[in-house]
């Protein structure tokens, strides 16, 4: 089993910059990590991944804005998100996946004047 803690969510305002952690409770080496991203009413997405080789993919909508990156001896990934706009407002999940799925709590993020 392996819990997932997210933190670093907050209020920004548009063009502003924030740094998502999630810690991991035990190894997670070979496991994919990922970012996801859901507002009310709207399915859960993806926003990016990265392997234990680090290996990254983005969503169209945050290439060049946000990088996904984590630390394998502290079982931590991160997501820096630059250059944020309102459209980015959401809970932000993160996972963590081998053969089983695991998932945090979710932090917020909100984008706004």
């Known amino acids: 089993q392996v819990q997932l803690v997210e933190s670093g969510g907050g209020l920004v305002q548009p063009g502003g910059s924030l740094r998502l952690s999630c810690a991991a409770s035990g190894n997670i080496f070979l496991f994919i990590m990922g970012w996801y991203r859901q507002v009310p009413g709207k399915q859960r997405e993806l926003v990016a991944t990265?392997?234990?080789?680090?290996?990254?993919n983005y969503a169209d909508s945050v290439k060049g804005r946000f990088t996904i990156s984590r630390d394998n001896a502290k079982d931590t990934g991160y997501l820096q998100m630059n250059s944020l706009n309102p459209e980015d407002t959401a809970v932000y999940y993160c996972?963590?996946?081998?053969?089983?799925?695991?998932w945090g709590q979710g932090t917020q993020v909100t984008v706004s004047s």
């Open positions: 990265i392997t234990s080789g680090r290996t990254t």
């Open positions: 996972k963590a996946r081998r053969s089983v799925s695991y």
